[in-house]
């Protein structure tokens, strides 16, 4: 019975999501698919309050993103900017979280205030005669692995492995191996949940 009214309740908001839907991929057929089309409407639904706007966006986002399992949190005014974006079943993001390109493995956890960049690359740096918004960069996708739990305030620049916990406030530029707790700026890993 409870699979029956989540699965009306998903109808439903394809339903009032439609219009939206429509516009989207008739600008993305006139201008080319992008990523500001794709932020611009992200910035839309971010702003939904409530329940309400944690459908509308859970079934917005599971038609234009790279996959979007329908059964996730995605919390007010948290940004999207990279469509080349996964993310997993059981998933819940919190408020005012930033994600770039990657892919969130299911039953993931992100507080609030979670920063997850395309990668470590995004500017180059190295020419000092050339303006560093000018010298472009590499966007790579991030993973986190399924049932990992991302503290509140957190940068996430590499990859986490499965099953790990990075504490609050931590900044993680390099790799985290599987079922790993890491801490700190950068993050260090203090101990495995093994």
Sequence with gaps: MKSLIKNCVDLI?????APLLILYFVICLVFGKSNGVFSAFAQFYSMLPGQLGNYARANFYRFVMQNCH???????????SQQKTSIGSGVYIGPQCNIGACIIEKDCLLGSGVHVLSGKGQHNFDDLDTPIREQGGTFSQVTIGEDSWIGNGSIITANIGKKCIIGAGSVVTKDIPDYSIAVGNPAKVIRQRQ
């Design 13 to 17: 908001f394809i339903l009032i999501n």
């Design 70 to 80: 329908p059964r996730v949190v995605v919390s007010f005014a948290t940004l999207f």
